[in-house]
T-cell receptor, first 119, second 116 residues
Framework: DTGVSQDPRHKITKRGQNVTFRCDPI?????LYWYRQTLGQGPEFLTY????????KSRLLSDRFSAERPKGSFSTLEIQRTEQGDSAMYLC?????????????????FGPGTRLTVL | AQKITQTQPGMFVQEKEAVTLDCTYD???????LFWYKQPSSGEMIFLIY??????QNATEGRYSLNFQKARKSANLVISASQLGDSAMYFC?????????????FGTGTRLKVLA
């Protein structure tokens, strides 16, 4: 399977606990994105890596959220002291990016998501 | 102001008919990209079609075509010969390059139901 994978697929936790999600992008993709999607809404951008560098972080991402991509391959998203409002689907996507003028499609390929439920 | 607007929360179409899903956008980036994704009830996001801001022709991918009207800032998705399996949420998205990074913004989606 050469698609984007995410682990776990489902996570149920109690309020106040820490959780960590993992994303393995398509191997040759240099860009990796995290999104949050709540019921009935489109994905909301959280953060974005180009290789190992975190280039953009949404204002939606509070200090309780941290993401890493240590070797420019897989990425982790950690949520500390979870709150009920963190319950959502967390989506990871990857893309192959190039120079701006030759960006081409650069479409994102999404993983299956991790559904987080905070009780 | 919304960067991506999808004004149709839900749409119905008869099987084998064509349907148009609306999308308007707003950006100051002269070199942007527009995407449509399908999200079935299983949850995965599936890329359907892409249109670059400099593309002269409307994009087509099989039964999907994108009606790109740059001056009106619209990028409507046309699905021809609808199939039952087309029932899903459809999201319009835009990629723009601002402040030195790429940003992807998604609309709120349109739920399409294909009727037998």
């Amino acid at each position: 399977d050469t698609g984007v994978s995410q682990d776990p697929r489902h996570k149920i936790t109690k309020r106040g606990q820490n959780v960590t999600f993992r994303c393995d992008p398509i191997s040759e993709h240099n860009r990796l994105y995290w999104y949050r999607q709540t019921l009935g809404q489109g994905p909301e951008f959280l953060t974005y890596f180009q290789n190992e560098a975190q280039l953009e972080k949404s204002r939606l991402l509070s200090d309780r959220f941290s993401a890493e991509r240590p070797k420019g391959s897989f990425s982790t998203l950690e949520i500390q002291r979870t709150e009920q409002g963190d319950s959502a689907m967390y989506l990871c996507a990857s893309s192959l990016g190039g120079e701006v003028r030759r960006e081409g499609q650069g479409e994102q390929f999404f993983g299956p998501g991790t559904r987080l439920t905070v009780l | 102001a919304q960067k991506i607007t999808q004004t149709q929360p839900g749409m119905f179409v008869q099987e084998k008919e064509a349907v148009t899903l609306d999308c308007t956008y707003d950006t100051s980036d002269p070199s942007y990209g527009l995407f449509w994704y399908k999200q079935p009830s299983s949850g995965e996001m599936i890329f359907l079609i892409y249109q670059g801001s400099y593309d002269q022709q409307n994009a087509t991918e099989g039964r999907y075509s994108l009606n790109f009207q740059k001056a009106r800032k619209s990028a409507n998705l046309v699905i021809s010969a609808s199939q039952l399996g087309d029932s899903a949420m459809y999201f319009c998205a835009m990629r723009e390059f601002l402040s030195g990074t790429y940003k992807y913004i998604f609309g709120t989606g349109t739920r399409l139901k294909v009727l037998a």
